[in-house]
């Protein structure tokens, strides 16, 4: 089966393109600024600058009006793995941004940038996708939204982990090993401490479980109005249930055993493939791999 698009999409398509190719563009030129002190063997400002953030708020619009022209079409909600990780990572840059008044958090941005270029790219390549149903019902719609938020807040949670990760793995080499100033330790000298870095981490979980709850609840009963099922028992409620308890047993880890370090990270990003195969995995095989509808 292939994907039949309405001439009025494919109209549609053109218009939100530009927006993807521009925020794109931005958000490699801001990595450009932010690698190119590396490369040079010095470390990132620590600071961003009110240029920087202004530029970076431009290309937040911009990949925002690619989504909503994307995504909010005259025949309803169009939703596909690409545009769905898109929007995802849109709402982890824009967190991102508003963290960034209150914390130093410049070396993330080496990651993030990159990331969230990409994800513009993949929404312009990888167009395929469908209409939900019932999109126009405010539950449906209001659960669409939540789990975007969750998606959102877990994507930021899995980059601070592996960064996370990175640091501690920094912190442990040699005092010899870490004068040899390689680009990557260059740009871990600029980071927060280590548990000031957990602690960010463990803020965003708790956040994104909160969100995750009330999506799994949200779907329950959006499934139950339309299916007269609380809980299918398809890939994405399976998956969703598994990311879900993963990060649960996690934040209860934490409370009462105080687990942090490696063990926290490995659940972290175990939780967010779980959610990742739920949300996009499933999509990306049939969309990409199958040319499936």
């Not at 001439?7 to 925020?23: G, H, P």
């Not at 395929?128 to 126009?136: L, P, R, T």
Request: glycine share 6%; proline share 4%; hydrophobic share 60%.
């Amino acid at each position: 089966m292939h994907y039949d698009y309405p001439f009025d999409y494919q109209i549609l398509m053109s218009a939100y393109i530009l927006f993807y190719l521009l925020a794109a563009a931005t958000y490699i030129g801001l990595a450009a600024l932010m690698w190119r002190p590396l490369l040079r063997q010095k470390a990132p400002a620590q600071q961003l600058s009110g240029s920087f953030r202004a530029v970076l708020l431009v290309a937040l619009v911009l990949h925002g009006l690619g989504l909503s022209q994307s995504i909010l079409l005259p025949q309803g909600l169009y939703l596909g793995w690409a545009v769905g990780l898109s929007a995802a990572i849109w709402l982890a840059m824009v967190v991102f941004w508003l963290e960034s008044f209150f914390l130093e958090l410049n070396s993330y941005l080496l990651v993030l940038l990159p990331i969230s270029a990409l994800a513009c790219l993949f929404s312009w390549l990888f167009p395929q996708g469908s209409f939900v149903v019932a999109a126009h019902n405010d539950w449906v719609q209001a659960h669409l939204v939540v789990a975007l938020i969750a998606y959102g807040l877990m994507a930021v949670a899995a980059v601070y982990a592996l960064l996370v990760l990175f640091f501690e793995r920094y912190l442990q080499q040699p005092a010899t090993a870490q004068q040899q100033r390689p680009i990557w330790y260059l740009a871990l000298e600029g980071m927060p401490p280590l548990l000031a870095q957990e602690r960010l981490l463990f803020r965003f979980i708790r956040f994104g479980f909160a969100a995750l709850t009330l999506a799994i609840i949200s779907g329950s009963m959006v499934s139950a109005m339309l299916t007269d099922r609380w809980l299918p028992l398809d890939h994405k409620t399976v998956f969703t249930v598994l990311s879900w308890l993963t990060f649960g047993a996690l934040l209860l880890g934490r409370r009462l055993y105080g687990w942090r370090g490696r063990a926290a990270v490995r659940a972290t990003l175990s939780g967010f493939v779980l959610l990742l195969l739920a949300y996009s995995g499933s999509h990306f095989v049939l969309d990409v791999l199958l040319q499936r509808g």
